[in-house]
C-alpha cells in the first residue's frame, strides 16, 4: 500500500493547497491513504471542527496533531465524538480525545495510527518511548501497519524514536519543526524514517509566519504579532509504501507539491 502522509498544515494557506492539489495528486500517486498533521490549520495555531471537516473534504483520511491541539477550545468535545483527529497519546488521562486510530481501507487492508509528541524543549509529558511502544504492541494485534507521528522538537529524540520502534511500527514520521529533512530511509528491521516531513503552507515566510514580525522578534524580544505569511504555498511530506501483510516498509520518498 501507499501512504501519503503531509507535513503540519498551516492556516488558510495550507488548507488552500489541499483544496486545489490533494484529489489529483491522490489519483494520480495511486494512494491508498492520506494522513496529515493538522495542529496548524486554524489561522496557524490550533484546529476547529469545521477546519477538519474541510481538510476531510480535500481528501485527508486522518489528521494528526501535537501540542497546538488545545489552541481552540471548539475542538475538545470534536476530539471525544471522532477517530479520524487524533491528539498525542502522551497525555495524561482525562484529556479529551484518543492517540490512536485504526483506519480501514477500501482493499480491507488497516492501518493503524499513533500520534505522540515530544519532551524535549517541550511540556512534561508521559515518556513518549515507553508510552508509545506500549500502543504500538497492543495495535499489531489489529494490524502490523502502524504509523507513527512523532511532533517534537530535538532531533536527537526524533531519531532515538526511529531506532527504539525500528521492526515495530512501519514508519515514524517527525512533524513540529516545519522544515522538511533530507535523512529519509529503510532502517534495518523495516521501519521507514524521517526526522521531519516538513510544513504544508506558504514558504515565503519564516516557518509560516511573515519575515517581518519574526525579525523584529528576534531583533529586539518584545512581543510581536505573528501574522500568516501568504506566498510560494507548498505541499511538503512523504510517501511511504508498505507491505500490507508484515507491516515493513519498502521505500519512503519526500514530497514538495507547489500549488
Known amino acids: 500500500m501507499k501512504i501519503l502522509f503531509i507535513g503540519d498544515i498551516v492556516g488558510r494557506p495550507g488548507r488552500a493547497i489541499l483544496r486545489k492539489i490533494l484529489h489529483d495528486f491522490r489519483k494520480r500517486e495511486g ?8 495542529e496548524n490549520a486554524a489561522g496557524g495555531s490550533g484546529i476547529t471542527p469545521r477546519i477538519a471537516e474541510e481538510m476531510f473534504e480535500s481528501g485527508v483520511d486522518v489528521l494528526t496533531s501535537g501540542d497546538h491541539i488545545w489552541k481552540k477550545r471548539e475542538i475538545y468535545d470534536f476530539l471525544g465524538n471522532t477517530d479520524r483527529v487524533i491528539r498525542p497519546l502522551n497525555y495524561p488521562v482525562g484529556v479529551p480525545g484518543r492517540g490512536l486510530t485504526v483506519l480501514e481501507l477500501k482493499s480491507g487492508a488497516k492501518v493503524g495510527i499513533i500520534n505522540t509528541v515530544g519532551r524535549v524543549f517541550m511540556e512534561a509529558v508521559e515518556c513518549p518511548f515507553i508510552k508509545t511502544r506500549e500502543t504500538a504492541e ?24 526511529g531506532w527504539y ?15 522538511q529533512t533530507a535523512d529519509e530511509k529503510i532502517l534495518p528491521k523495516g521501519t521507514a524514517y524521517i526526522t ?19 525579525l523584529e522578534r528576534f ?7 505573528f501574522e500568516m505569511a501568504e506566498n510560494d504555498v507548498q505541499m511538503h511530506g512523504v510517501i511511504v509504501e508498505i507491505d500490507d501483510k508484515t507491516g515493513k516498509a519498502s521505500s519512503i520518498k519526500r514530497v514538495q507539491e507547489k500549488g
Open 31 to 38: 494512494l491508498d491513504a492520506v494522513i496529515a498533521n493538522g
Open 138 to 161: 497492543t495495535l499489531r494485534r489489529v494490524t502490523p501497519v502502524i504509523i507513527v507521528d512523532l511532533h517534537a522538537e530535538a532531533t536527537s529524540e526524533k531519531v532515538a524514536m
Open 165 to 179: 520502534l525500528d521492526g515495530l511500527v512501519s514508519a515514524v514520521i517527525g512533524t513540529h519543526t516545519h522544515i
Open 196 to 214: 521531519d516531513c516538513g510544513m504544508t503552507g506558504p514558504y515565503d515566510s519564516v516557518i509560516g509566519r511573515k519575515k517581518e514580525g519574526i
Open 219 to 225: 531583533l529586539t524580544q518584545l512581543p510581536v504579532r
